[in-house]
């Protein structure tokens, strides 16, 4: 019964904002143009595109709770040229600094921990700032930070989990 009437109702706001002028609403100059931007926002079609995660806290198994997949977070995501354990220097295994590659990009990630970066193909390292410096936590069988490889006209998936202060 509320299906039925939430599309009329639907129906009716969307037919009258889209033929009445005195219904809509006057936008600034900065909302018109940071609506043409996110118009003209072409969808990503070649980088990396994934989701930020935090989980802290006991992480044991318990038949009395399912095991946390972790909170979605806002954090800085930093794009490295593919980055050697040698390369940098490294704290508590997770937080590097005097990273001796060049960074390729940044970007924030939204409220929910989700981001996407367009990038040449080519290999990559990711960390996320944190207090005690550029965190990642993964590691290839050749010693490489958070190793991710974008390829000509592909979107790498990521899910980048931030767990330092996780007990497992």
């Not at 006209?153 to 980048?160: I, K, L, M, P």
Request: aromatic share 8%; glycine share 8%; with cysteine.
């Amino acid at each position: 019964m509320e299906k039925l009437l939430l599309l009329p109702l639907a129906l009716l706001l969307f037919f009258c904002n889209g033929t009445s002028n005195s219904a809509q609403t006057t936008k600034s100059p900065d909302q018109v143009e940071q609506s043409k931007a996110q118009e003209q926002q072409a969808p990503l079609e070649q980088g990396i595109a994934g989701k930020v995660l935090w989980q802290s806290g006991n992480q044991m198994p318990s038949p009395d709770a399912p095991p946390s997949k972790g909170k979605g977070v806002q954090r800085t995501v930093y794009v490295y040229q593919l980055t050697n354990g040698a390369q940098a220097s490294t704290t508590d295994g997770v937080f590097h600094t005097n990273i001796q590659t060049d960074l390729v990009t940044q970007v924030q990630t939204d409220a929910n921990g989700n981001f996407a970066v367009s990038l040449k193909p080519g290999r990559y390292s990711l960390f996320t700032k944190e207090e005690k410096g550029l965190y990642a936590n993964l590691f290839d069988g050749e010693n490489n930070i958070y190793p991710v490889e974008v390829e000509e006209g592909q979107v790498t998936s990521v899910e980048f989990l931030i767990n330092y202060e996780a007990s497992y």
